[in-house]
């Protein structure tokens, strides 16, 4: 089954299920966003090319990227982790030394968690964040004729895994991009201050299409982006020619990246540090059959819910 699939059946099986559905969950009585990601050995990472160090430091990112992706500051996680018998000291130090840098990075503190056994390595965090902006955040915001804009640049650190997995010589700009991202925190700040209205936003890390979809569907529009407008490294590219791959597999498919993606409107993005924000695409008119169309020179790729859940990343087979 596919996690698109999981999700409606939990969210048709619960009896309330309002908090579902976006990055974070946002509990009003109290002005927290709260989120959860798991990295499994196998399926997100593999030890033999990531050491606990990283894998502390991406456990920590991938978690915080949720909360800037609902305006809100980092402040606390708690750490579930399970691990086999075959790990010893060194690993349990060194990884926490990868949590510990990313939080001190990131102003995060570590108040608890869990510790069991496994037959794989599982690091599974909860991270919670103040509400810092007084409007909302949604990917059900998005506004007809609202720009699309986003932080750095995609494909990157899915040009890296490949890489790393496929054994294949690449800068290591590329692989650090996967083993160790960031976070966008300097970004988030600079974007509070230039809107007064609910926005929608997510971030990359299932990929730019998937990303871009999930928002169509959530608020009924259609979007429209241009290809040459989506920021790309020049080692992407040339990773990607070397090897005789197409570049658009990492760009559009590529996940990983966590780059955060808003919905503004065209006046706010206007006053924005354009090295911190890229326009990439607009929201069209509102549909009852959401669609992304990327197009490229003469030619254009329509995605559809069918073709994400054929594209994108399988969480129950890597």
């Not at 966003?33 to 990531?50: A, C, I, K, P, R």
């Not at 708690?78 to 349990?92: A, M, R, Y």
């Not at 640049?153 to 991202?181: C, M, Q, R, W």
């Not at 790729?301 to 969480?315: A, Q």
Request: net charge negative.
């Amino acid at each position: 089954m596919k996690e698109a699939e999981i999700l409606t059946i939990i969210k048709n099986t619960l009896t309330d299920s309002s908090y579902i559905g976006d990055d974070c969950a946002f509990l009003k009585d109290f002005g927290l966003y709260v989120t959860q990601d798991s990295l499994v050995e196998g399926v997100h990472f593999n030890l033999s090319y990531m050491t606990p160090f990283q894998l502390g430091i991406k456990a920590v990112t991938v978690n915080v990227s949720d909360l800037l992706t609902a305006v809100s500051m980092p402040m606390y996680i708690t750490v579930g982790l399970s691990l086999p018998n075959t790990v010893d000291e060194k690993f349990v130090k060194e990884l926490y030394r990868g949590i510990d840098t990313a939080c001190l990075k990131y102003g995060v503190k570590v108040i608890g968690g869990d510790i069991t056994g496994s037959e794989k390595v599982v690091i599974s965090i909860t991270a919670i964040g103040k509400r810092c902006f007084a409007h909302g955040v949604s990917r059900k915001f998005a506004k007809e004729s609202d720009f699309i804009i986003a932080t750095g640049h995609f494909g990157t650190a899915s040009a890296g895994l490949y890489a790393l997995e496929n054994k294949l010589p690449v800068s290591n700009i590329l692989t650090d991009a996967f083993l160790t991202p960031e976070a966008r925190l300097p970004e988030l700040w600079k974007i509070k201050y230039h809107l007064d209205y609910d926005i929608a936003s997510t971030d990359s890390s299932d990929s730019l299409a998937e990303s871009l979809f999930q928002i169509a569907e959530a608020s009924g529009v259609s979007i429209s982006v241009n290809y040459s407008d989506i920021p790309v490294l020049p080692e992407v590219r040339e990773f990607a020619k070397t090897n005789n791959l197409d570049e658009k597999d990492f760009v559009l498919w590529g996940g990983e990246d966590f780059e955060l993606i808003f919905c503004v409107q065209y006046w706010a993005f206007s006053t924005m540090d354009t090295n911190m924000f890229k326009y990439i695409g607009q929201v069209g008119e509102r549909t009852d059959k959401p669609t992304v169309t990327v197009y490229d020179n003469k030619s254009s790729i329509v995605i559809d819910r069918e073709m994400t859940d054929r594209k994108s990343f399988d969480h129950f087979g890597g």
